[in-house]
């Protein structure tokens, strides 16, 4: 379910993942709340890809009176295939947690009341206690503040949809749009309840992320701050910048990557490997804190992290062992004319790191011991056009390409 790829070596400084988003895609898709007092018909409907586990997942009401009125847990449960796909042709599906069994389509059944009342609002919380979403109607004040919650325009974890609906009528139900992540909640609409299904106002229930992260670390290699980030899809994703801090406030942070263009995958349903060598001048025995930002083709950016890498002092900079070989993409991505490859090998291994173009000719052929490189390619005296890497040592191997553009 989490899938997060840490390469620990033996001199590290890494602190745990924090996303910035919603990784798992769930989101709260319709919202029956209680208008009468007595109303059997109530339900919270969520939607996410078919085969998520969402179990011990957390949805809490909130209103304008009361820190919270209740918190319910999701028992075990994965998302089922409901037989709709998204705008990539991905399965998705429906939860349903229902006030009663006269809900049609409901997956689980409890006790609870979400209110009508003015400035209630949900949230919706990961098994790790993360905040993927958060929906509210009415007139709602700032109680939201107290559990980190902000009003925006845009959907990313610990952000705060503001729907203004106010559902007084016996069968309708707030619903979400068709793109249930570009909402900023203006675009919710009040119709027939519609649990375990598409909303009236939905065709697809699009709930693409612009990228979905997989693994975001920092490490301290040949006296150089270096990050690295692998996505499992990017949807429109033109570019990152890379920002850094003393803090973990991300308003205090500087673009660190200025001129640098690190080019996205565009769209694309299979891993990307991201490499950045920060060479704009750390201070000894200084924790440093980065995120990484995309940047779609319209210019809409989504951060993730931070992560935390403190600099060691010169004297106690020891060569790093790791634990993993591994072979990542090289940085920049396209280039022109030169090129940063860098692998990891592990302990008591030797490897063969080769570069050949796309008829199968070899270019460049060296080999490495244990530790952490970063080799340097310069393709200068080479035409344009797609080249491949290739990292192989006792037990392991990995084929990469890049892309050379004069």
């Not at 919270?44 to 009176?65: K, M, R, S």
């Not at 002092?313 to 940085?331: A, D, K, R, W, Y």
Request: aromatic share 12%.
């Amino acid at each position: 379910m989490k899938k997060t790829i840490l390469l620990i070596l033996g001199f590290l400084f890494l602190t745990s993942l924090v996303f910035g988003q919603n990784a798992y895609k769930i989101y709260i898709n319709e919202i029956r709340a209680d208008d009468e007092g007595v109303d059997d018909i109530c339900f919270v409907e969520l939607i996410g890809p078919a085969g998520t586990d969402i179990t011990n997942f957390e949805i809490l009401h909130y209103n304008q009176t009361t820190t919270y009125q209740w918190t319910r847990t999701i028992s075990s449960f994965s998302i089922p295939d409901d037989g709709i796909t998204d705008s990539e042709g991905n399965s998705i599906g429906f939860f349903v947690l229902s006030y009663n069994t006269s809900v049609a389509n409901y997956d689980q059944v409890d006790t609870f009341n979400p209110q009508n009342g003015p400035g209630d609002f949900l949230v919706l919380k990961d098994d790790s206690g993360n905040i993927l979403d958060a929906v509210a109607w009415g007139s709602p004040t700032t109680n939201f503040i107290t559990i980190g919650l902000t009003q925006s325009g845009t959907t990313t974890a610990n952000n705060y949809l503001h729907s203004t609906l106010n559902d007084n009528a016996s069968d309708t139900s707030l619903q979400a749009p068709d793109n249930v992540l570009g909402d900023n909640g203006s675009s919710w609409i009040l119709a027939d309840a519609t649990p375990g299904t598409i909303n009236s106002g939905q065709t697809s229930g699009n709930i693409i992320l612009p990228v979905t992260l997989s693994s975001f670390t920092a490490q301290f290699i040949n006296s150089t701050p270096t990050l690295y980030w692998t996505t499992q899809s990017e949807t429109n994703n033109s570019c990152w910048n890379i920002y850094r801090s003393i803090s973990q406030n991300i308003g205090q942070a500087i673009l660190v990557n200025d001129g640098d263009i690190i080019i996205g995958a565009g769209t694309s349903t299979e891993p990307t490997d991201y490499i950045y060598v920060d060479e704009n001048g750390v201070i000894e025995n200084t924790t440093y804190w980065y995120w990484i930002e995309s940047v779609d083709y319209s210019g809409e950016t989504e951060n993730y992290g931070p992560v935390s890498l403190t600099i060691p002092s010169e004297g106690n900079n020891i060569p790093e062992i790791p634990i993993v070989t591994g072979l990542h993409q090289n940085f920049p991505n396209p280039f022109n004319p030169s090129t940063l490859i860098s692998f990891n090998i592990k302990e008591h291994e030797t490897g063969i790191l080769t570069v050949y173009n796309i008829k199968r000719q070899l270019i460049v052929e060296d080999e490495f011991g244990a530790g952490s490189h970063n080799f340097s390619w310069d393709a200068g005296n080479y035409s344009s056009g797609v080249y491949f890497y290739k990292l192989q040592t006792e037990s392991y191997t990995k084929i990469m390409k890049m892309l050379m553009v004069k």
